[in-house]
């Protein structure tokens, strides 16, 4: 029974009923990166080390039948990237990791940004011959503004690549934060002689080919100086020297500064070689945090009150961050992605979508392994569990098993793109509404409906969406539309100190009004200087470029 206010219950006998050891068994991260660094690769790795699958399907392989167990989408598939964002959950060193697979492409950031919402901590993945690209300064500035701890692994040491120490200066310098190096190449690109790892004190000696697992890597103790020396000539002192200068001028690693956002651990590897991974593995459930507190707003006597939510906490809560539909062709269900904030889920458990304050009652509630799922027996804080819905769940709707709270945070960003939809079969008219409803709600592109009337309007930050969507209309909703091109380029929503000011505003401006998926009205602009002209025209409505789940954004209006 949750209790509202404390968040909390007592059993019968009286003491306070906690999660706390299930929730530190939890660890939830993004793996975030430019396209093409290596990141869905090091996700199969990942998932091939801990025992998840027992094969890892190559990214490239396009016209073989193996593909990356993470790109699920057949449009992902044709082009040999991920557009979606996916959820695996695996079990190593008796702890449950929740990993999330992010689109690379700036077309489909969106997504990510939501993702970074519902994660403890980041694996950032970096191209060691690219250094950081322009996708990941954005990916980096979102877990910024959270401080969500970042852990950094440095891919492709077996090619030619930079000098690493430079790669840590740029690293530092776009971060903004020091970089405590865990583990150093020897050599690179054909000279690849391996790692040596710090916190074992031991070099790991690369053997190229992607079905080694960490067992057949030979591991050799830095005691052994004149052994390694005589075998790795100069690459072994040139590795020394620069490992000498990079940890003589980084911090020692300090938990309470990686925690705070502040320090970033880094290993070098080679993903596609399997080479470097387990570090990894093994520092996410070292380093990374188990769940944080969560704020939510909780409503008592109509007045919002802000509480932080303990994972550990007994009553269920959660938030729906993420929408997919179709991911079963067959059944052409809906998944409401939710990430646990506190307590225990099991099956059968009445809940409540606040928003609406109508009960949930998924047909199945499952975890994932990409496509593939398992029912529920038990969930905690940090988990991310699907329920399988056919509607009435919104991108950024809490859940709870009855407590009145709500958790905010979760971004919509104005579109900078649009195109007019026109149906090539007006008989289609009833699946086309269908698709868009479902593709809206899911974020996958944002859809606006003029208040006047006429053609839907898509608006998206990158053209790759509008090609998708069009692709997942056809291929899921059989409608085959066309889209063209119109006069907006902007949207901003709006609010009013008034009704009556609003009613004013909506008047002037009737062809200018639209209405997205959440029913939220917005302001459609031909031109940077319309919003302007508005505002001094109209100076008690508020233009946001950013809207919220649960309310806008308060943020910068303009």
């Known amino acids: 029974m949750a209790i509202t206010g404390t968040h909390a219950a007592r059993s019968t006998s009286g003491p306070l009923v906690t999660y706390a050891h299930e929730t530190r068994r939890r660890r939830t991260f993004a793996i975030i990166s430019h396209p093409d660094a290596g990141k869905t690769t090091l996700t199969e790795k990942l998932l ?34 991920s557009v979606a964002s996916s959820v695996m959950q695996m079990l190593y060193r008796d702890h449950v ?52 701890p970042i852990i950094t692994f440095v891919n492709k040491m077996d090619r030619e690549v930079r000098d690493p120490l430079d790669i840590l200066d740029e690293v530092e310098r776009e971060l903004g934060m020091p970089c405590v190096p865990m583990t150093w190449p020897v050599g690179q690109g054909k000279s690849f002689g391996g790692i040596i790892n710090l916190r ?17 890597f030979e591991t050799i103790p830095l005691t052994e100086q004149a052994k390694l020396a005589a075998r790795f000539g100069n690459d072994w002192q040139t590795a020394m020297d620069s490992m000498e200068l990079a940890t003589g001028a980084s911090p020692a690693f300090d938990e309470a500064a990686f ?29 990374a945090p188990p769940p944080r507190p969560r704020t939510s707003s909780l409503l008592v006597n109509k007045q919002a009150v802000v509480k932080e939510i303990q994972p550990e906490d007994n009553a269920f809560s959660g938030v729906v961050f993420k929408v997919q539909a179709n991911m079963d062709a067959n059944h052409r269900d809906r998944i409401a992605f939710v990430r646990m ?41 940090g988990d991310i569990i699907g329920f399988t819905t056919h509607g009435g769940v919104q991108l950024g709707d809490t859940i709870t098993d ?73 291929s899921e909703y059989d409608c085959d539309v066309r889209l063209e091109g119109c006069q907006y380029t ?12 609003m009613r004013e505003f909506t008047n002037a401006y009737p062809q200018r009004m639209a209405t997205d998926a959440a029913s939220t009205l917005a302001y459609l602009c031909t031109s940077p200087y319309d919003v302007r002209l508005a505002q001094e025209r109209f100076p008690k409505i508020h233009f946001h470029p950013l809207r919220e789940h649960a309310g806008l954004s308060l943020g910068s209006a303009g």
């Not at 698709?435 to 053609?455: R, S, T, Y």
């Not at 929503?493 to 009704?499: F, K, Q, V, Y």
Request: net charge neutral.
């Open 490 to 501: 902007g949207a901003r929503w709006i609010t009013a100190d008034s009704p009556a000011e």
């Open 200 to 216: 074992t004190q031991a070099m790991t000696v690369f053997e190229s080919g992607s079905e080694r697992r960490p067992q057949d």
């Open 259 to 287: 925690l705070a956002g502040k320090q970033t651990p880094v290993f070098f590897g080679s993903g596609v070689n399997n080479f470097g991974v387990m570090e990894v593995l093994d520092a996410l459930v070292d380093l």
């Open 402 to 474: 009855g407590a009145n709270l709500q958790f905010t945070g979760l971004p919509f960003f104005a579109p900078e793109l649009f195109m007019t939809v026109i149906l090539k079969n007006p008989l289609r008219t009833k699946q086309l509404q269908t698709g868009l409803d479902q593709l809206g709600e899911e974020g996958a592109i944002q859809v606006f409906k003029p208040e006047i009337g006429g053609p839907m309007l898509l608006g998206a930050v990158g053209q790759l969406q509008f090609e998708v969507v069009q692709h997942r209309l056809k």
């Open 48 to 81: 091939l080390f801990s025992g998840a699958i027992q094969i890892a399907g190559s990214v490239k392989a396009r016209k073989a039948s193996r593909h990356a167990t993470s790109d699920w989408m057949e449009i992902e598939k044709q082009r040999g990237i």
């Open 341 to 381: 904030a506190s307590g225990k889920y099991t099956p059968g458990m009445k809940l409540k979508v606040q928003r609406t304050g109508k009960e949930l009652r998924p047909t199945s509630v499952v975890t994932f392994l990409s496509q593939r799922r398992e029912a529920v027996d038990e969930a905690y804080a």
């Open 97 to 148: 990791i929740n990993l999330l697979d992010t689109p690379g492409h700036k077309d489909f950031s969106e997504d990510t940004y939501r993702v970074l919402t519902a994660v403890d901590s980041a694996l950032m993945v970096i191209d060691a011959a690219n250094g950081v690209e322009a996708q990941t300064r954005r990916l980096i500035e979102v877990c910024r503004q959270r401080d969500t």
